[in-house]
Structures are given as C-alpha cells and as structure tokens.
C-alpha cells in the first residue's frame, strides 16, 4: 500500500498518474491531509481514502511519500518515526532534505529522494531519484514505477539535486514567467491577450519538440537568426540587458536556497 503525508499538489499529480495506470486500484492509495476541505476533494476525485494522522499512513503503508514543506519536514518525522520499521521505504519530494538527514531521524535506510516538477500534473514531470547504495533493484523499482507514472525518471547522485531543484524543480516558474513577459509584449503591440497567449505556448511547445529531437539550443538560435533580422535585433538586446547572467543568478539563487533548506535540518 502507499500512502502519502501530504496532499498539496505535488501529492494529487502522483495520484492522479497512479489513478491513470493499470497497475494502481484507489483502495491501494491513503493520503494524510490536516484540512477537511482537501481531504473530501482527494476522495471525491480520486477514490483514495483520507486521513488527518500522519502516522495512521505511517502505519499502515510499506511505500510512504512526504509530500510536506522542507520546513515541516522535522515535526513529520519525529509524528511518524516509531511507525517507520525497517521493513517500509520511504520516499521524500522535499526540497534541500538530505537523505542522511532523512536516515539520521527514522529507523529504516531504505529512503529516497526524488524530486519531481509541476508538470506531473499533465504527466509531463521529469523526477529525479537519489538513493542509498544499500537498496536492493526490488526496493527501488516500485519507487521508479510510481513516478513515472507523471513522467521520466533519472537517477542521480545526492551531490546534483540542490542543481536539479534549482534547474528542473524551479525551472516551470521561471519558463511561465518569460511567457508572461512575452505575453505582455505581445498585448503591448496590439493582439489581445488571448492570441498572444496562444502565440507564445506554442511557440514553447514547438520550440521544445524541436529540442527534443537532439538539436541543440545554440543550432535552433542559429537557424532562427538571419543577420541583421528582426531576431538578431532582439537577441542584441537581450545581451545588452544581461539575459544569460540573470538566468545563472537565478538557478545560483535557487541552489544557495536549497542548501539552506538542507542546513536547517
């Protein structure tokens, strides 16, 4: 059985992916949720029993998800560790928790880390796995199937996933926020918001397709660009103004947060 600690978003995107494989029945699925709101929602929509006890899921799920703030990571822990045996997996979605810090407060070593992205929510996520050497192939592929229910997994070293926080775990904000931009500039030039809207996502999407087939970035620039053309007008500018620093300073933001998150432990 899994159970989720947890019901925000992240942990409905989950479900959901479960719900739309074969391989997953509701009754097989608990989620804890303290409001009452969002516990009748879950069960309503998903078929999946609720609880307000974190350590009821605790107890009664060999597969457990945190799907809580870094921040609330360790009241959670201390709620739920004499119900962890060393028998149950335990999965973390959370941003900057170590996996020792992780194995430091439950008493089981059989602890994953992944972080996944919003686009679990359209089964388009790519999560990242980080896990303990100790793990046997018959612990970890039950962990790889749930989550690629929502998308592609990778696995990675623990080293990388401060960089994967800031890089794919952040990333859809920073991409929806240059859409909106381009949106505003769009309406700014005369088209109502609905064409630019439409106008720039699929400019993304198509853009994103082309990408997906091996062409690297800097090709697709060069093939836009003609010399002297309206795209190389704008590029200038984004050079002149900076562009690639404050994406870099953005993901190197993002990062510094994540190692902040982890030394508040």
């Given at each position: 059985m899994t159970g989720f600690i947890g019901g925000g978003n992240m942990a409905e995107a989950l479900i959901k992916g479960m719900m739309q494989d074969a391989r997953y029945?509701?009754?097989?699925?608990?989620?804890?949720?303290?409001?009452?709101?969002?516990?009748?929602?879950?069960?309503?929509?998903?078929?999946?029993?609720?609880?307000?006890?974190?350590?009821?899921?605790?107890?009664?799920?060999n597969i457990i998800i945190?799907?809580?703030?870094?921040?609330?990571?360790?009241?959670?822990?201390?709620?739920i560790k004499s119900a962890v045996t060393d028998d149950k997996t335990v999965v973390s979605i959370a941003a900057g928790i170590t996996l020792p810090y992780?194995?430091?407060?439950?008493?089981t070593k059989k602890i994953i880390r992944v972080m996944p992205n919003t686009p679990a929510l359209v089964r388009e996520a790519v999560s990242v796995m980080s896990l303990c050497e100790c793990l046997e192939e018959k612990d970890i592929n039950p962990i790889r199937e749930?989550?690629?229910?929502?998308?592609?997994?990778?696995?990675?070293?623990?080293?990388?996933m401060n960089a994967v926080t800031a890089l794919s775990g952040s990333g859809p904000a920073f991409i929806a926020f240059f859409i909106e931009a381009m949106v505003e500039g769009g309406v700014k030039l005369g088209l109502n918001k609905e064409n630019a809207s439409e106008l720039a996502i699929q400019t993304l999407l198509g853009t994103a397709s082309l990408l997906e087939t091996g062409m690297p970035p800097e090709k697709l620039r060069e093939m836009v660009t003609s010399p002297g053309g309206t795209t190389?007008?704008?590029?200038?500018?984004?050079?002149?103004?900076?562009f690639k620093n404050i994406v870099l300073s953005a993901i190197d933001a993002a990062v510094k947060r994540a190692e902040e998150l982890g030394r508040k432990e």
């Open positions: 029945k509701m009754q097989d699925i608990i989620a804890s949720e303290p409001v009452e709101d969002r516990r009748k929602y879950l069960e309503q929509t998903y078929g999946v029993k609720t609880t307000i006890s974190n350590k009821e899921v605790a107890s009664s799920c945190l799907a809580v703030k870094p921040q609330i990571m360790g009241q959670v822990l201390e709620e992780l194995q430091s407060k439950l008493n749930i989550f690629m229910s929502i998308g592609k997994v990778l696995t990675l070293p623990e080293k990388y190389a007008t704008g590029l200038k500018v984004f050079e002149e103004k900076g």
